[in-house]
């Protein structure tokens, strides 16, 4: 155990251990502690059999199934994920568990997801999916008093369930020849779980959610990607896309029956003079947050639409040319978006979401995106800090080398400027991050892994989600949870870590060596960390 002192009256106290997958028998929050979102992924050799044909059910579909040779490897960790490799969807479902740590990293208690080898209130249950490695973020209600997140209404240790159908927008074309729910889940300050199921990102995840339950409402917000199959994709799967709004369900899952997707927010490229992407992969949106009631999302990956951070335009005034900042006295939407199902395929969604101005506008397929914004946490009206998770390269030998070289990658923050109406990159937190350089993690293999001949060892390649606190001192504290690169077959299953930083929040120039980011907690071995925030309380 190592001790950084970050002032007289703040310490941060670094655990390197893994976190224990025990259940605590308290699970009550407590104000001012953190919460972290963890897989963990169950270590059975038989969960799957060498020389299956996957995707499971793949023959029945238009898809087809991968190849003739079925799964490299059984179920053992990390091997098990050398199956990416074979199956493009390839992923199982996991346990997830919600830790509450101090803001140092003392574990306080841990408390499962209601699970199929759990289960809880009356047979409620949703799991995770290892190694997907953009879902699970938490997100505060509107009020404060309630954490949401998402998942899959499945078992554990079910495979490619991360690609499925939904139910209710099945896509022919689609590989994967299964159907589940995704759902999102509310917990409130005594741990107790009540989940929303919904027919959203049918063919991919939904990755972020927000309660809002202010002023009366009951509706919830949400993030993420859709579609796994051919081009046009059906309505069900182009309306499922992107950022959804829905009616929190105050029954079990056993009496929802969730309908048709209901997106409140779309953009297209051709706002911004590009020619049209394919229908619905502009909104392949991961991040997710609220504030001054304006909804912001980003986008940091695919090859179509524009990694950058947007919002929706609820008045309808704020986004000339696709790009521009939220109106003043903006009002949260509590409605779906409208739109034409006779011009759907043609058009996609009306778009009224924009870029916000001083963020790029660069179309994925003009160029390479250099940024990769994945969670945005805002200390005050006039300072963001985006977490950019770098671009995942693992194509060669020079992997470690080059996450090192990243510029964007880590903690950018962002400066408005209210008489040019834009934002500014200011900076970006990379130090003490240690990018490209691989760490060890107890049980996990040395060398190199024979399937892809490149090392095993993971190494920090940026942040993904992200949240904060301003002092009264003028400083804000920052933990944010880190992406990894490696020789893995799917660098998603890495064990990454919880980071924390301390920032000036009126500085505009880069502190250079004065800011360091410290490991707050580690992953263990077959575990991974996704979203960080602070507790629910009342």
């Known amino acids: 155990m190592q001790t950084i002192f970050l002032r007289p009256a703040i310490a941060l106290t670094l655990i390197a251990a893994g976190v224990a997958t025990q259940v605590a028998h308290a699970s009550q929050f407590q104000p001012g502690n953190l919460v972290v979102s963890r897989g963990v992924y169950d270590n059975l050799s038989s969960n799957v059999q060498p020389g299956t044909v996957l995707p499971p059910n793949c023959a029945s579909t238009q898809g087809g199934c991968s190849a003739a040779t079925g799964a490299t490897n059984d179920?053992?960790?990390?091997?098990?994920?050398?199956?990416?490799?074979?199956?493009?969807?390839?992923?199982?479902?996991?346990?997830?568990?919600?830790d509450q740590i101090t803001p140092g990293g003392r574990l306080v208690n841990t408390l499962e997801v209601p699970n199929s080898m759990h289960?809880?209130?009356?047979?409620?249950?949703?799991?995770?999916?290892?190694?997907?490695?953009?879902?699970?973020?938490?997100?505060?209600?509107?009020?404060?008093?309630?954490?949401?997140?998402?998942?899959?209404?499945?078992?554990?240790?079910?495979?490619?369930?991360?690609?499925?159908?939904?139910?209710?927008?099945?896509?022919?074309?689609?590989?994967?020849?299964?159907?589940?729910?995704?759902?999102?889940?509310?917990?409130d300050e005594n741990g107790q779980f009540k989940f929303t199921e919904t027919n959203a990102y049918s063919?991919?995840?939904?990755?972020?959610?927000?309660?809002?339950?202010?002023?009366?409402?009951n509706i919830v917000y949400t993030s993420g990607n859709a579609g796994n199959g051919g081009?046009?994709?059906?309505?069900?799967?182009?309306?499922?896309?992107?950022?959804?709004?829905?009616?929190?369900?105050?029954?079990?899952?056993?009496?929802?029956?969730?309908?048709?997707?209901?997106?409140?927010?779309?953009?297209?490229?051709?706002?911004?003079?590009?020619k049209a992407d394919k229908i619905g992969k502009d909104d392949n949106f991961r991040g997710l947050t609220i504030y001054n009631n304006v909804l912001y999302?980003?986008?940091?990956?695919?090859?179509?639409?524009?990694?950058?951070?947007?919002?929706?335009?609820?008045?309808?005034?704020?986004?000339?040319?696709?790009?521009g900042v939220p109106a003043p006295n903006a009002k949260l939407p509590t409605q779906p978006l409208t739109y034409s199902a006779a011009t759907l395929q043609a058009n996609g969604l009306p778009s009224n979401m924009c870029v916000l101005r001083g963020f790029p506008t660069t179309s994925n397929k003009a160029t390479n995106p250099t940024h990769f914004p994945f969670g945005v946490w805002f200390a005050d009206a006039n300072t963001l800090y985006v977490a950019d998770e770098?671009?995942?390269?693992?194509?060669?030998?020079?992997?470690?080398?080059?996450?090192?070289?990243?510029?964007?990658a880590g903690l950018q923050k962002w400066v408005y400027n209210a008489k040019t109406q834009s934002w500014t990159l200011?900076?970006?937190?990379?130090?003490?991050?240690?990018?490209?350089?691989?760490?060890?993690?107890?049980?996990?293999?040395?060398?190199?892994?024979?399937?892809?001949?490149?090392?095993?060892?993971?190494?920090?390649?940026?942040?993904?989600?992200?949240?904060?606190?301003?002092?009264?001192?003028?400083?804000?504290?920052?933990?944010?949870?880190?992406?990894?690169?490696?020789?893995?077959?799917?660098?998603?299953?890495?064990?990454?870590?919880?980071?924390?930083?301390?920032?000036?929040?009126?500085?505009?120039?880069?502190?250079?060596?004065?800011?360091?980011?410290?490991?707050?907690?580690?992953?263990?071995?077959?575990?991974?960390?996704?979203?960080?925030?602070?507790?629910?309380?009342?």
């Not at 959804?244 to 779309?266: N, W």
């Not at 940091?300 to 919002?311: A, E, H, L, P, R």
């Open 119 to 187: 289960p809880g209130h009356g047979g409620d249950q949703m799991v995770t999916s290892f190694s997907s490695k953009s879902e699970m973020a938490l997100n505060l209600s509107t009020d404060g008093k309630y954490l949401t997140f998402m998942g899959y209404v499945a078992p554990v240790n079910a495979i490619d369930v991360s690609n499925s159908n939904t139910p209710g927008a099945v896509d022919p074309t689609n590989p994967v020849g299964e159907n589940f729910y995704r759902a999102v889940a509310r917990v």
């Open 203 to 217: 063919g991919n995840n939904g990755r972020a959610a927000i309660l809002n339950n202010s002023n009366g409402q």
């Open 390 to 408: 770098g671009d995942g390269y693992a194509g060669g030998s020079d992997l470690y080398t080059h996450a090192a070289a990243q510029q964007l």
């Open 75 to 98: 179920g053992t960790f990390p091997y098990v994920f050398n199956n990416a490799i074979y199956d493009g969807s390839f992923g199982i479902t996991a346990r997830a568990f919600l």
């Open 297 to 323: 999302y980003t986008k940091g990956s695919g090859g179509n639409g524009v990694n950058t951070v947007y919002f929706l335009d609820t008045t309808g005034t704020a986004c000339p040319n696709g790009v």
């Open 426 to 538: 200011a900076y970006t937190l990379q130090n003490g991050l240690n990018l490209g350089k691989p760490y060890t993690v107890d049980g996990y293999p040395t060398g190199a892994n024979q399937a892809t001949n490149l090392p095993w060892g993971p190494a920090t390649d940026g942040l993904r989600n992200l949240t904060g606190r301003v002092e009264g001192d003028g400083t804000v504290m920052l933990w944010a949870i880190t992406s990894t690169v490696s020789g893995s077959g799917d660098q998603g299953a890495d064990p990454n870590k919880l980071v924390a930083i301390r920032d000036l929040v009126k500085n505009t120039t880069a502190p250079g060596n004065r800011e360091q980011f410290v490991t707050v907690r580690s992953a263990g071995f077959a575990e991974v960390l996704r979203g960080v925030s602070f507790t629910p309380t009342h």
């Open 231 to 274: 081009n046009p994709q059906p309505n069900g799967v182009v309306l499922g896309a992107g950022a959804q709004v829905m009616d929190e369900s105050r029954q079990h899952e056993a009496q929802q029956t969730p309908g048709t997707p209901t997106p409140v927010g779309s953009f297209s490229v051709t706002e911004l003079g590009d």
